[in-house]
């Protein structure tokens, strides 16, 4: 199967900063890579589909980015509601995958 | 947009079985693949099934493969996973999700609150 790897597992940033996280396969994904973001006690929800496609009522400030195995989510400035964990998740064959999760707290 | 509301998690003895339900509302049911995906407390996501709109077709991970089994039943708009030979590694919050399309692209658009399934050793 393919192996996600994101890091970091924590991003530590003040609101108002940027933030880049990043996700590489351990075999090319194409662009079939998804990012979603959990908050705590919450479920999860999609962000971006297939690299850079951002999902319904997601804010601009949300970008994807890459192909092939290496990829990037990018927030261009961290609103408070944004701390949270965020994952990969491949679906270029099955089974899919998701990564391990980036934390994105407070400093 | 579509609702979903999974039911029927709760304690079981290891080697025990389970069966979850997810009711969907607010769409053609049919017309969506949908999935389960699991997290084990403080752990991170596991895809471990999913299936067309149809029921025709059903994928499953490793890790629950010829234990689990993932059903619909597009009249009732009802989604179903029946586990058996339960083990304390299945202890976990199990999310149905609803996908972009009939077939299954897992890109999980929509997603229920979830249902604990606690397995005692």
């Known amino acids: 199967e393919i192996v996600l790897t994101q890091f970091p597992a924590t991003l530590s940033l003040s609101p108002g900063e940027r933030a880049t996280l990043s996700c590489r396969a351990s075999?090319?994904?194409?662009?079939?890579l998804a990012w979603y973001q959990q908050k705590p006690g919450q479920t999860p929800r999609l962000l971006i589909y297939?690299?850079?496609n951002r999902a319904t009522g997601i804010p601009a400030r949300f970008s994807g980015s890459g192909s092939g195995t290496d990829f990037t989510l990018t927030i261009s400035s961290l609103e408070p509601e944004d701390f949270a964990v965020y994952y990969c998740q491949h679906r270029s064959k099955w089974p899919q995958t998701f990564g391990q999760g980036t934390k994105v707290e407070i400093k | 947009e579509v609702q979903l509301l999974e039911s029927g998690g709760g304690l079981v003895q290891s080697g025990g079985s389970l069966r979850l339900s997810c009711a969907a509302s607010?769409?053609?049911?049919?017309?969506?693949?949908m999935s389960w995906v699991r997290q084990a407390p403080g752990k991170g996501l596991e895809w471990i099934s999913a299936?067309?709109?149809?029921?025709?077709?059903?994928y499953y991970a490793e890790s629950v493969k010829g234990r689990f089994t993932i059903s619909r039943d597009n009249s009732k708009n009802t989604l179903y996973l029946h586990m058996n030979s339960l083990g304390p590694e299945d202890t976990a919050v199990y999310y149905c999700?609803?996908?972009?399309?009939?077939?299954?692209?897992?890109?999980?658009?929509?997603w229920g609150q979830g249902t604990l399934v606690t397995v005692a050793s």
């Open positions: 999700a609803a996908d972009f399309f009939a077939e299954p692209a897992v890109i999980l658009e929509y």
């Open positions: 075999q090319s994904v194409y662009s079939y």
């Open positions: 607010g769409s053609t049911f049919s017309n969506r693949a």
């Open positions: 299936i067309s709109g149809s029921g025709g077709s059903t």
């Open positions: 297939d690299a850079l």
